[in-house]
């Protein structure tokens, strides 16, 4: 019986079944100690975001606790696969391994910097979110546009200030890493961004400004223009009462459409869109155009119904109809004039309007009036002869 033992535990110490056992149990111990340490670590840092997966500390937090058990289990692999007497599979998982652990301090900085960016990033996304809070940014742009979903303004303004900061933060963590390929182009694209960043903030400076300085000169101009009656005017000259969008309203929009114009042009200028700032300017001439023919025509329109109202009492409806007609025809004319829409053919077209005109009341006069012509002439000739003798 004693022999029959040592015989047993020759062949079980000749073969290779110690290491596969131990190989498997340090599997088993590894997976269970990696997986406690990434769970661990995921925990540590929900409770770093209030226990909430779905922020970003937790998301983050899950993705470090996998990284971390995953390393840990191909640690354990190695190690297994080694004392299992393996060496056709574990030396390739070493020397991967010895490639990341001389990789791992570049791994390191760039967590650095990821954590730093992140602080960075919450801080200015909570002082940009406390700010347009206080300042009630939300409810004004509702108020203003009509639209209640703008009141989640602030919110949406410090997400965009939060990921703008983080992706300042990339280059370093991608230069941290020591990936070339791209670094460079990114780092290219940062050295632009940087360099025009001080003309769009100048821009956006001046768009603001604007914003502000027009409100205020449009409330001031729309209540002058009430104050002075021009509501009035322009009621009477079209000859019906606007009760919404009264016209003192529209002369303080007008207003601020200017200084938002002139703001645009001082962006462009400041963005270096020369081609952008040309093509303001030329809307801006013809809309200045456009207001001076629209101001024309009003005036014109008003002047025939005050000439209309002056004669009724002196002269035939037919005489006073030629008359506003004439004048509503010069005001038209002058105001397209002044658009140059059509430009010759609308002067060519005016006086062949007007020489038609004109030849026919004059051949009306000559034929119609051919008897009253002869005992006018006759008359003037008789008064001559009597003049003589």
């Known amino acids: 019986m004693h022999g029959f033992f040592q015989s047993l535990w020759r062949m079980l110490s000749g073969s290779n079944l110690p290491g596969i056992i131990g190989g498997i149990v340090i599997l088993l ?3 269970a100690v990696a997986a406690w340490i990434g769970r661990r670590i995921a925990k540590c840092m929900q409770l770093c975001g209030h226990e909430d997966e779905t922020c970003s500390c937790g998301r983050a937090g899950v993705i470090i606790g996998r990284v971390v058990y995953y390393l840990l289990l191909l640690m354990v692999l190695t190690w297994a696969l080694s004392v299992m007497s393996m060496e056709f599979a574990a030396g390739p998982l070493r020397e991967f391994l010895a490639v990341l652990a ?4 570049h791994i390191a900085g760039a967590v650095i910097l990821a954590v730093i960016a992140w602080v960075v990033a919450g801080i200015a996304r909570n ?3 406390k700010i347009l809070y206080h300042w009630h940014t939300g409810e004004k742009l509702a108020a203003h546009t009509g639209k ?3 009141t989640s303004a602030p919110e949406t303004a410090a997400q965009v200030v939060y990921y703008v900061v983080y992706l300042f933060f990339i280059p370093a963590i991608l230069n941290a890493l020591q990936i ?3 670094t460079e182009p990114l780092g290219d694209m940062f050295e632009k961004i940087l360099f025009y960043l001080p003309n769009l ?3 956006v400076l001046v768009i603001l400004i604007a914003m502000l300085v027009g409100t205020f000169a449009a409330g001031i101009a729309a209540k002058a223009a009430s104050a002075l009656g021009f509501d009035r005017f322009v009621n009477k000259a079209l000859g019906r009462e606007i009760t919404v969008n009264t016209p003192a309203v529209i002369v303080g929009k007008l207003v601020f459409l200017t200084v938002m114009v002139f703001a645009v042009l001082m962006a462009c200028e400041a963005l270096q869109l020369t081609r952008m700032a040309e093509l303001v300017m030329i809307f801006a001439v013809f809309g200045g155009n456009l207001l001076l023919s629209a101001i024309v025509m009003l005036i014109g329109f008003r002047l025939a119904e005050f000439t209309a109202e002056l004669l009724r009492e002196k002269c035939s409806p037919l005489a006073i109809g030629i008359l506003r007609a ?9 105001a397209l004039s002044n658009l140059d829409i059509g430009g010759t053919v609308v002067m060519i077209g005016f006086a062949m309007i007007l020489g038609t005109a004109c030849l026919a009341a004059a051949i009306a006069f000559g034929i119609g009036g051919r008897e009253a012509a002869a005992r006018y002439l006759d008359e003037r000739t008789k008064c001559q002869h009597k003049a003589q003798d």
């Open 102 to 105: 001389g990789y791992l301090p």
């Open 326 to 334: 004439v004048i509503i025809f010069f005001t038209v004319a002058l």
């Open 29 to 31: 111990v590894g997976w």
């Open 127 to 129: 002082i940009v979110r």
């Open 148 to 150: 209640p979903e703008h």
């Open 201 to 203: 903030l100048a821009a």
């Open 180 to 182: 070339r390929g791209i």
